[in-house]
């Protein structure tokens, strides 16, 4: 197979194992094709290029798919819905972190989700583990 791109342009690459299963390739491929629109969109990245791969790790196919494409493909979830939930987010957080960070105290705010609460929730915490930004 050729694959051709007009423009030399950034390019998502992924790889996957090669499943038969009907209904699991429905499950799977909703959850999935949700992580790769969020994680091209927020990027900018207009094309992905699926790889799918053996039971010993060797790709066997090669698929373009247009991040445009990706929406119509899932049946179960929408973009307006993820900028929705993003911009909610946003305005949340903003409004909940309301003093800078400062080097004497390393604060940092966790953000997590609660399945049993179905919500958000979020901490502050000064352990160095979730610390990344440099001294």
Request: glycine share 4%; aromatic share 18%; with cysteine.
């Amino acid at each position: 197979m050729n694959i051709v791109f007009d423009q030399l342009e950034h390019l998502e690459c992924t790889m996957k194992h090669s499943f038969s299963g009907y209904f699991f390739l429905i499950a799977y491929r909703s959850r999935k094709y949700a992580k790769w629109w969020q994680q091209c969109y927020l990027a900018g990245i207009n094309h992905m290029l699926l790889g799918f791969r053996n039971d010993y790790g060797v790709v066997e196919c090669l698929q373009p798919l247009g991040v445009k494409d990706i929406e119509m493909r899932a049946k179960t979830w929408s973009a307006s819905s993820f900028i929705s939930f993003l911009d909610e987010f946003c305005s949340f957080v903003r409004r909940t972190i309301t003093k800078d960070w400062s080097h004497e105290e390393n604060d940092v705010h966790l953000f997590y989700y609660s399945p049993n609460e179905k919500k958000i929730k979020w901490r502050i915490s000064n352990e160095e583990q979730y610390q990344f930004l440099p001294d």
